[in-house]
């Protein structure tokens, strides 16, 4: 399994990927880092939710902290645009947490707020400007903004830019930016017209792609359950009584967690096993073994553990933590309801986790049913 130190990233860029708690790559990290790192220009159908910010900001903030340069009174080296505010902002938020403690310089341009202090933002130079494209122009016209040193374009959410009509606003931008560049396009979808952009915008590129993943979640029946962080397990040993729990899989966010479930499982004299990153290949391979054979009905197991397993008649998958990548949400729930089958996911959320479910829910485009936990116990 490729690690971010794999990947060859710069020691800082290292060092705040760990104060995240990001471990692994994304797929869409996995994929993309290494063709940005050298150099290409990359075209990537990725959705929010799989980590696609990371897959381009990382390796930008890599290039731009190995040759360091000056961009030039009202200069940038970077430049992204993203369709709204609220996805600008959080690509800056991005760019700044993954250079803390570096000299990168990131300025944000929206729309609907003065434009006197985005400008004056840009008067000595910036390394990274994150804007939307109608203000972007806005400032080019009253020349606050110099695209003359730009080495790194990226567009993010290609096809809802269409859709809000930024195709032309977009064009014009580009003419003020060198065809020396590195370019890097991003959507959801592939429509003709974000086809034919892309082709006029990037050269040569290397094609990336995540699996469209909402889809799956449509078959699976699903439920969230508001609970307190301390009644967790409680309310899991008593779901697992109920009669119709079948071969379940229940996932956690850490490894500890993991061991605690079990622990707790065990003492209420219900048999379970784990697998996550810390147990050996053997008690790996035990614990999947009796999973599959049916001699422990309850596998509790973290993400990246839960990649390479492949088992059929999960009846359930509960969410004993709800995961920070949205993406993984629709991971863990496609283990159940395989091969035509019907399955349930619940999923508990505490009040920690509330953006987490969020961010679920806005990949899959649906509320989660909420239930209530005297519903689902036995
Ligand atoms: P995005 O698709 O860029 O909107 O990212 C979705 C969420 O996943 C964000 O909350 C990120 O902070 C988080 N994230 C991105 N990459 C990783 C990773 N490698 N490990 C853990 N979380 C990540």
């Known amino acids: 399994m490729t690690s971010f130190q794999d990947l060859g990233l710069a020691a800082p860029l290292l060092g705040a990927l760990t104060t995240a708690g990001y471990t692994t790559p994304t797929p869409i990290q996995e994929q993309a880092i290494p063709h940005i790192m050298a150099g290409h220009d990359v075209q990537g159908i990725a959705q929010t939710g799989t980590g696609k910010t990371a897959a381009f900001a990382l390796p930008i903030l890599h290039r731009l902290l190995s040759e360091r340069k000056h961009p030039g009174k009202k200069g940038t080296r970077c430049l992204v645009m993203a369709p709204t505010r609220e996805l600008a902002s959080q690509i800056a938020d991005s760019f700044r947490s993954y250079a803390a403690g570096s000299p990168i310089r990131v300025a944000l341009m929206f729309g609907g707020v003065p434009k006197p202090r985005q400008a004056r933002a840009m008067d000595n130079g910036v390394d990274v400007l994150v804007c939307t494209p109608g203000r972007l122009l806005d400032h080019l016209n009253d ?201 349930m996911a619940i999923s508990f959320c505490d009040a920690t986790e509330r953006a987490h479910l969020r961010g679920i829910e806005k990949l899959i485009r649906a509320r989660l049913p909420v239930a209530e936990p005297e519903a689902l116990a036995a």
């Open 143 to 343: 020349r606050a903004v110099n695209l003359g040193t730009v080495e790194f374009l990226v567009l993010d959410e290609a096809d809802h830019m269409l859709d809000l009509g930024f195709i032309v606003p977009i064009k014009k931008i580009v003419s003020y930016i060198p065809k020396e560049r590195q370019t890097l396009f991003f959507s959801a979808t592939m429509p003709k017209e974000i086809e034919s952009l892309a082709a006029a915008l990037l050269r040569s590129p290397v094609h990336v792609a995540v699996t469209p993943v909402a889809q799956t979640a449509d078959r699976v029946e699903q439920a969230v359950v508001f609970v307190e962080a301390a009644r967790k397990r409680a309310l899991l040993s008593s779901i697992l009584k109920r009669k119709d729990m079948g071969r379940t899989l229940v996932f956690t966010r850490t490894k500890h967690g993991a061991d605690k479930v079990v622990q707790h499982l065990e003492a209420s004299g219900q048999p379970a096993a784990a697998i996550h990153g810390n147990k050996s290949q053997g008690q790996r391979e035990r614990a999947l073994a009796a999973f599959k054979n049916g001699s422990v009905r309850v596998l509790i197991a973290t993400d990246i553990a839960a990649r390479g397993i492949d088992v059929d008649g999960v009846t359930h998958v509960i969410n004993f933590d709800l995961p920070n990548i949205p993406e993984s949400y629709v991971h863990r729930i496609g283990r159940t309801a395989r091969a035509g089958a019907s399955g």
